[in-house]
């Protein structure tokens, strides 16, 4: 029999010089990505990415101020953690307990409430656990919990899992607690919102993503607003003394830019056209707009 | 958030191998006889065939993902199934992921044999039914590298089995995902320690494979 040349080395070496060379593109992408001298480093939580208010916003922060603010949009865990360890420059979040411990650890120096909207618990049509009936959200969420209705719990220490958590804990649960068709997605909460949508399941959500989302899920608002219901955003100052004294100046500038009147205004009026109706209701605008 | 127990990483890294031996097995079962087939045979049409199979070889999982997640979704064509965020969604998508790269590298591993491979077994007068698994023998780097390179690519894939499974705690939470998670919920203690476990898996998986592809070497 003739030997023959195995192929596989010309595999894999036709691979790993592939693979290198993603690798070099790779790197070389992720350092134009830097952040550079101009920037300000903005951590901010998923669904103020996802609602498109940054988007709108930002243009006229960089017009006014000529800083160009990076986003990353992570969990409000993730946020209030890169805060923590000095990765961002300014957070833009909603886990209030978190927030305040941060502020009383000196990792941050302010936490200014800028703007809120409410969560709502949605569900299919049918609401097998009748939780449009309930009396106050933690009672929807017992009521949901009883009858062992299944539940998409975003699992991911996020500012709307700590409410969850919270809700939990009135509801007189243990937050541990897993009835049988209880799913923790450790997903974003348009994701979540998918797979509530696609096994049916009971699920809380900020409305703006929601708003977003409720075409393709056929889920409905099963809550009234309640007073655990809302969901307050605020901007945590990164400790100057953690920060390059330029981007501290810059995070001020950002604060200052958010409750400015003019940007107060944008932000009552963001989601009118898309929605129908604001996401936000900012905290700083006399008289107050209606949510 | 309290930590995951050691019970929690050992079920992920259970589900994770749950997920992805049967996605190999199946690739490995139908992808092999087709790489062979079209490795061995000339026909019209092969040359656009096999350069789709080269395409598929290099398909991003992510889109892999979203299409199996539009065939899978509630009014999708398979909505009856409701396998959307299950663990048989991400054993297809992985299938759909494992089998170009299994029937490309059994095809060009066939390919290079000498021209007249056939023509010496059958003048050996090795019987027929012998024949395919003398070539299997011959071509084993081949096809062990067809396997490795099929494993490294469904252990370490994110896209796809979050898109269509969802990282479900219990029921579809894979090592990568889970990794993914952590990492967004800061958490990135608990993440590394799940890579660390991926890493040290594909390590003992592909160890043990190689081992196979070179033993009987001379």
Known sequence: MIRLRPFSAIAAIRLRVLCLSIAVWALLACSEKAVDDGDLLLVTTTSVRDSGLLAALLPVFEEQTGVRAQVIAVGSGAALRMGRDGNADVLLSHAPDGEEALVASGAAVSRTPIMENFFVIAGPPEDPARVRYASSPADAIRRIADSSARFASRGDDSGTHRREVALMKEAGLDPEARWPSFLSSGAGMGQTLQIAGEKRAYVLSDIGTFLAFQERIELEVLSKSAPSLRNVYSVLRVNPDRLDPVRAERSEQFEAFMLDPETQRRIANFGRERFGRPLFRPLHLEPRPEP | ?218
């Open chain 2, 1 to 218: 958030m309290s930590p995951p127990s050691i019970g929690l990483l050992i079920e992920i890294t259970a589900r994770t191998l749950a997920v992805c031996l049967p996605a190999l097995a199946i690739s490995l079962a139908v992808g092999l006889p087709i790489g062979i087939a079209i490795g061995r045979r000339r026909f019209a049409g092969r040359v656009p065939l096999v350069s789709l199979i080269n395409t598929g070889m290099g398909a991003p999982p992510v889109v892999v993902g979203l299409l199996v997640y539009f065939a899978l979704e509630r009014n999708g064509p398979f909505g009856d199934l409701s396998w959307l965020y299950s663990p048989q969604a991400m054993i297809l998508a992985q299938v759909v992921i494992a089998l170009p790269l299994i029937i490309g590298i059994t095809l060009a591993a066939v390919g290079s044999l000498d021209e007249d491979w056939d023509l010496q077994v059958r003048t050996l007068g090795v019987p027929k039914r012998w024949r395919l698994w003398l070539l299997a023998r011959e071509i084993r780097m081949g096809l062990l590298a067809a396997v490795i390179t099929a494993l490294g690519g469904i252990l370490s894939e994110v896209g796809a089995v979050m898109a269509v499974g969802g990282n479900l705690e219990g029921e579809t939470r894979v090592l990568t995902t889970a990794i993914l998670m952590y990492t967004q919920m800061g958490e990135l203690e608990i993440a590394l320690g799940l890579a660390v476990i991926l890493v040290g898996l594909m390590l003992v998986l592909a160890g043990l494979l190689t081992a196979v592809q070179q033993s009987g070497r001379t």
